[in-house]
């Protein structure tokens, strides 16, 4: 009956982390590019009562008596499937068709993945910025940051949807400034490190990023200029994912109910 107890009690608390995981992703349901996370579950290790099992003519059966010691979480992964494009009609909206990721500095001058595209401009000496709403630099092909010269007004200036910066004339012409924005992939996306602010980060799960101006095996990613891309949580699901993380709560709670109300009936033996 201890052995229930701890059973149970290992059920609840993944549970919990599960429960933890479907509310981060309701939160995140209007989040630009979030992308959905679930909970999966591994068995913990099995204690053996009895190698050999016989059945009531004393012959041996094929299997033995073993029992479970529970469950524990084994990965929170993500979903990196496409989310709806949303049309926003600002310039420097722009939304990921396909596998990529932008890239951006980080203060520290890391570089970091993401794929909410809802950038600005920042004005600077040097030239007009393009960046994420947290300040950071959004990184063209070379992994610079992406600079437009001042003489340009940021209003005629194109995105194609390679990335291609171009400046559109009084007479409707289209030139490139010579700037594309970088677009990178990964051999395992849901290995990314997460942080803050939509932002993602390498790791030896996710594998080297490989841009995909670079390497000719990669299918290339579309940008759409005065869109964004929405989260790919799908409510009545995640509801659904709720109501039996819950109930698999709740059954978990009961039978430790049951497993202490038999230690106080054996307790209470005399």
Excluded: C, H
Aim: aromatic share 6%.
């Amino acid at each position: 009956m201890m052995r229930s107890l701890w059973t149970a009690a290992s059920g609840m608390t993944t549970q919990q982390i599960n429960v933890d995981t479907i509310s981060n992703n309701l939160a995140n349901i209007n989040t630009t590019g979030y992308k959905k996370e679930s909970a999966e579950f591994k068995s913990l290790l099995y204690q053996t009562i009895q190698e050999q099992s016989y059945d009531n003519a004393g012959q041996p059966k094929p299997y033995g008596i073993q029992v479970g010691l529970g469950v524990r979480n084994s990965a929170i992964t993500s979903q990196y499937t496409q989310g709806v494009l949303q049309e926003t009609g600002n310039d420097f909206d722009l939304a990921i068709d396909g596998k990529g990721f932008f890239m951006v500095q980080m203060q520290n001058g890391e570089m970091a993945y993401t794929r909410n595209g809802s950038f600005r401009l920042n004005n600077g000496v040097d030239g007009i910025t393009l960046a994420t709403s947290d300040g950071y630099p959004v990184l063209d092909t070379a992994g610079m940051p992406i600079v437009i010269d001042n003489s340009y007004n940021p209003t005629d200036i194109k995105i194609s949807e390679q990335g291609e910066l171009n400046y559109i004339d009084e007479a409707g012409t289209s030139t490139s400034i010579g700037i594309q924005i970088g677009i990178a992939q990964f051999n395992n996306a849901s290995g990314l490190q997460k942080m803050a602010n939509s932002l993602l980060k390498e790791s030896e799960a996710s594998g080297i990023a490989s841009l995909e101006i670079m390497d000719t095996e990669l299918k290339r990613s579309k940008l759409k200029q005065g869109y964004l891309e929405g989260s790919n949580v799908q409510a009545v699901d995640e509801i659904v994912n709720l109501i039996v993380a819950q109930r698999a709560y709740e059954m978990n709670s009961k039978v430790i109910t049951a497993s202490d109300e038999m230690l106080q009936k054996a307790n209470n033996l005399r």
